[in-house]
């Protein structure tokens, strides 16, 4: 039996009938529910064309919304980079023979995961300064607070995925004379990273929308300026606040899309082997990945 196959029950006539009643009923309760909170806010004249006009003006947009949303995809864009690169240093940190790195590397991880988010940005930005006697950049305060954290989840996800690869994949390339380092970055990584990336994908899309808890150090990022001092000037906070979820929602669901595209193209490349060793062979062919040794990290 092929070892991409899937097991799975088909349901048979009951068990369609039960899957099309229960859709129906689900379907017809949210349309309820939507009804409900379109009739609530209808009540209280929040679809009111006063309240929406703004979001006709070009200055809205210019002067409120698009600054906000770029700097929230810049903030986001810099902390996926500098977390994805702390995830798998200390993932690898995590997971070294030497108990001198790997006992740091894990109170490192699980310090920065058990602190809330919006205390790391608040610590960072008030605290950094008693001790450099320097201004934190607001910019910065959140980038680090959002690598710290994402990138202490994203470390425990490679770990993870790291330990799901197969021993047959290691211990063929210590069989051919590959160094821990070279079987970290040349075997097991790109595999993990493979296996976790719905995870990886999840926790990028947390990411860009934890940027909005910048808010608590003033940092004008969509939710400050698109929200916040929108509403201000306009009295239309429940509107800013629907136009500010929709545009995360894209993002997000543009995220989601290329993270889709991403998986199927390295599937594409990366074919499972048919033999446990047949990764192995042909990455140790590449020239200067062979080597004496077994040194561990």
């Keep these: 039996m092929s070892t991409d196959a899937v097991l799975y029950d088909h349901p048979g006539p009951r068990a369609k009938v039960r899957n099309l ?25 929040q679809w009111a064309g006063d309240l929406w006009k703004p979001f006709t003006e070009s200055s809205t947009w210019t002067d409120y919304i698009l600054p906000g949303l770029q700097h929230t995809l810049e903030a986001a864009a810099v902390a996926m980079v500098l977390s994805l690169a702390f995830g798998v240093i200390f993932a690898v940190g995590r997971l070294s023979d030497h108990w001198w790195v790997r006992w740091p590397a894990g109170a490192i991880v ?5 602190v809330p988010l919006l205390l790391l940005m608040f610590f960072i930005f008030f605290g950094v300064p008693f001790l450099t006697e320097q201004p934190m950049s607001i910019f910065w305060a959140v980038v680090i607070g959002l690598t710290l954290y994402n990138g202490s989840v994203l470390a425990e996800a ?9 021993k047959g994949q290691s211990e ?11 079987v970290m970055t040349h075997v097991l990584i790109p595999q993990a990273a493979r296996a976790m990336l719905p995870v990886i994908v999840s926790q990028l899309v947390v ?23 929108l509403s201000a000037n306009f009295g239309n906070v429940v509107q800013a606040a629907i136009v500010a979820a929709v545009i995360y929602i894209l993002v997000n669901s543009a995220l989601t899309a290329f993270a889709g ?4 193209r390295t599937r594409r490349k990366g074919r499972a082997p048919r033999s446990p060793g047949a990764a192995v062979q042909q ?13 561990a990290l």
Excluded: C, H
Aim: hydrophobic share 50%; proline share 2%.
């Design 21 to 45: 009643v229960l859709t129906v009923v689900f379907g017809v309760g949210a349309l309820a529910l939507l009804w409900w909170v379109y009739s609530r806010f209808d009540e209280k004249g």
């Design 110 to 114: 699980e310090f920065f995961r058990a």
């Design 158 to 166: 490679f770990r993870a995925g790291v330990r799901s690869v197969p």
């Design 172 to 182: 063929a390339a210590y069989a051919i004379g590959m160094r821990k380092t070279q």
């Design 207 to 229: 990411l860009v929308k934890d940027t909005a808890l910048g808010y608590i150090i003033s940092f004008s990022e969509l939710l400050q300026l698109g929200v916040n001092n």
């Design 261 to 264: 595209w991403l998986s199927r």
């Design 283 to 295: 990455v140790a062919i590449e020239p200067g990945l062979g080597g004496g040794g077994g040194g």
